[in-house]
Nanobody, 119 residues
Framework: QVQLVESGGGLVQAGGSLRLSCVASGTTSSSINDIGWYRQAPGKQRELVARINRGGSTTYADSVKGRSTISRDNAKNTVYLQMNSLRPEDTAVYYC????????????WGQGSQVTVSS
């Protein structure tokens, strides 16, 4: 059973930084085709924040580009999202998402981690 466990969320002031972590269990890092972070603010749809594929290529939402860095530690089966210069509009529940094997493979989600940015 694949599980994704997020940590690192919390309350931070505008302009501050946070690092989110997501540990994947029940699978190997080589089986993860694509892993990343999505977020959902109240009343809004879930949206991509950043993702990284097996080859190390990254994709970022325009809203976080230049302020966030996604990285992957295959030895620890962990993906990180470093977020800097946080803004109140970054407030959301952040979810880790992993897709296994190929772009048509099964998708798994973590339980979510709340990030609140105060102005």
């Amino acid at each position: 059973q694949v599980q994704l466990v997020e940590s690192g969320g919390g309350l931070v002031q505008a302009g501050g930084s946070l690092r989110l972590s997501c540990v994947a269990s029940g699978t190997t890092s080589s089986s993860i085709n694509d892993i990343g972070w999505y977020r959902q603010a109240p009343g809004k749809q879930r949206e991509l924040v950043a993702r990284i594929n097996r080859g190390g290529s990254t994709t970022y939402a325009d809203s976080v580009k230049g302020r966030s860095t996604i990285s992957r530690d295959n030895a620890k089966n962990t993906v990180y999202l470093q977020m800097n210069s946080l803004r109140p509009e970054d407030t959301a529940v952040y979810y880790c998402r992993a897709q296994l094997h190929t772009t048509f493979g099964p998708i798994y989600w973590g339980q979510g981690s709340q990030v609140t940015v105060s102005s």
